[in-house]
């Protein structure tokens, strides 16, 4: 039997949540849990090296599928030697499946039981991608963690809609696991659907665990539904999943969310959210967002959190940050980008210390206090 290439080792669970302290051991490295992926879509942290990752402490990062089949192409990435070599990122890699760029960037799109047909969305052309293609595509790649092909649907459809679409996942997900050429080497995780479904979420989750996956993601938020709906479905969705094997909550990264994920269970999440809302100027702090661009910060020549150790914070002020971006200059995107990644990967490295501790609730809410959350429910853990 083929030893598995992602293994999960449960390091210590939090008396008082279902948070978990662990660590997933990877063919390109070992990092602690929970963690937060930076989202490197076309083989790069907008506007970071790796070095730069790898100083804020970034044990992983997600590549997207979809992107890397369109530009370059998988072939050109497999030639250079996979993704780790192509963009010189010598620790773990996860790469999506491109089923949810698939739904969310194509207008025209035809779902069948073979796969999607859908428009390229950079030139229109007619494609089509399948649970065994996307599986041949992360082969290609040689990333550590690859995702099954499955369906996103909108979390307001139809029970029944749901039903058929878990039930295509399911069987989409035996057809890429069947298709998986290098198990040795990358670990494929299954991906758990059902919208906002109890029963659907628990019918997805025992489908899923009895193909007995290396991990297992909680897809379907983050989509439109409220914070209390996710954490709904996460509460129910979570203890169906195996206490050995990781969690990963997909498209998630707000800091309020990351904490009350991993209260409910989660060791995983990504999103583009840090580096899009960087790019606007927007900058996440111990005391809430603040927007640097904006006028009341031309004078001040504090850093932008004056509880951050990074790179921008310790040698650049608000003022400066500011004046680069109002003049379009490369170099704020780059400041408050380092910040706002900085900021949620020693966010996740607080809540890993409190599980430790057994203080997550206490750290919890005396962050949201400092960070202007509603204290609502707090304690409803």
Request: net charge neutral; hydrophobic share 35%; charged share 25%.
């Amino acid at each position: 039997m083929t030893e598995p290439a992602i293994k999960y080792r449960l390091i210590k669970k939090e008396k008082h949540t279902g948070a978990r302290l662990g660590e997933i051991i990877t063919p390109h490295g070992t990092f602690e849990t929970p963690m937060f992926m930076p989202v490197g879509t076309l083989a790069t942290v907008k506007t970071q090296s790796p070095e730069e990752l790898k100083a804020m402490g970034a044990g992983i990062i997600l590549s997207n599928t979809y992107h890397l089949w369109l530009r370059p192409g998988a072939d050109i990435v497999e030639k250079a030697g996979g993704l780790h070599k192509f963009m010189n990122w010598d620790q773990a890699i996860l790469t999506d499946s491109g089923g949810f760029q698939v739904f969310s960037l194509s207008d025209m799109r035809h779902i069948t039981e073979e796969g999607v047909h859908f428009k390229n969305h950079l030139n229109g052309s007619k494609m089509f991608l399948s649970p065994e293609k996307a599986i041949q595509i992360q082969n290609q790649l040689g990333s550590d963690i690859m995702m099954s092909f499955d369906e996103c649907p909108p979390y307001y459809e139809s029970h029944e809609y749901v039903k058929k679409s878990i039930e295509r996942t399911s069987r989409w997900a035996d057809r890429g696991l069947k298709a998986h050429a290098k198990p040795a080497t990358q670990g494929l995780f299954g991906i758990v659907q059902g919208a906002g479904f109890e029963d659907l979420r628990r019918q997805s989750a025992k489908e899923l665990v009895a193909m007995d996956f290396p991990g297992y993601s909680v897809g379907g938020l983050s989509v439109g539904e409220s914070k209390p709906e996710m954490n709904r479905v996460l509460e129910f969705t979570t203890p169906l999943l195996p206490e050995n094997k990781p969690r990963y909550l997909m498209g998630v990264g707000a800091a309020d969310s990351l904490i009350d994920g991993v209260i409910r269970g989660i060791d995983m999440f990504d999103c583009v959210l840090p580096t899009r809302i960087a790019r606007n100027g927007t900058c996440m702090t111990s005391h809430g967002r603040l927007v640097v661009k904006n006028a009341q910060y031309a004078e001040d020549f504090r850093p932008i959190d004056e509880n951050c150790d990074c790179y921008a914070c310790q040698h650049y002020s608000r003022a400066y940050i500011r004046h680069l971006i109002k003049c379009d200059e490369t170099f704020g995107l780059r400041l408050t980008s380092t910040h706002n990644l900085h900021f949620l990967i020693h966010l996740m490295q607080q809540v890993r210390q409190a599980i430790r501790e057994d203080n997550l609730l206490e750290f919890r809410e005396a962050f949201f206090e400092a960070y202007g959350f509603n204290q609502e429910n707090a304690k409803n853990f």
